[in-house]
Nanobody, 126 residues
Framework: QVQLVESGGGLVQAGGSLRLSCAAS????????MGWFRQAPGKEREFVAT????????YYADSVKGRFTISRDNAKNTVYLQMNSLKPEDTGVYYC???????????????????WGQGTQVTVSS
């Protein structure tokens, strides 16, 4: 099991930027693909971005492509989500998640992730 702690959320105006961080502990971080998901009030959890265990491969939801960037620093056991040109519809609780198997591929499916952080709130005002 891996413990994940997100940070960096907050209130920002539309068009602004935020950088989320997710610090991992408990497993060899560099062996696991990671993902970011979000959930708005009254809506289902949705995929945002995922990154492979090596950091070379990434994949994004169409709604954030070109605005968000996922990256990881395996030496620091941390995955990041840089969010630019934020929109009110980006508002929600953002969660990072880790795949449960070593060297498993990236995934946009939330049920394929074994471990989750507690989430960090992002609010974008219009």
């Amino acid at each position: 099991q891996v413990q994940l702690v997100e940070s960096g959320g907050g209130l920002v105006q539309a068009g602004g930027s935020l950088r989320l961080s997710c610090a991992a502990s408990g497993r060899t971080f560099s062996r696991y693909a990671m993902g970011w998901f979000r959930q708005a009030p009254g809506k289902e959890r949705e995929f945002v971005a995922t990154i492979g265990w090596s950091g070379i491969s990434t994949y994004y939801a169409d709604s954030v492509k070109g605005r968000f960037t996922i990256s990881r620093d395996n030496a620091k056991n941390t995955v990041y989500l840089q969010m630019n040109s934020l929109k009110p519809e980006d508002t929600g609780v953002y969660y990072c998640a880790a795949r449960g198997q070593e060297y498993a591929s990236m995934s946009f499916k939330w049920h394929e992730y074994a471990d989750w952080g507690q989430g960090t709130q992002v609010t974008v005002s219009s």
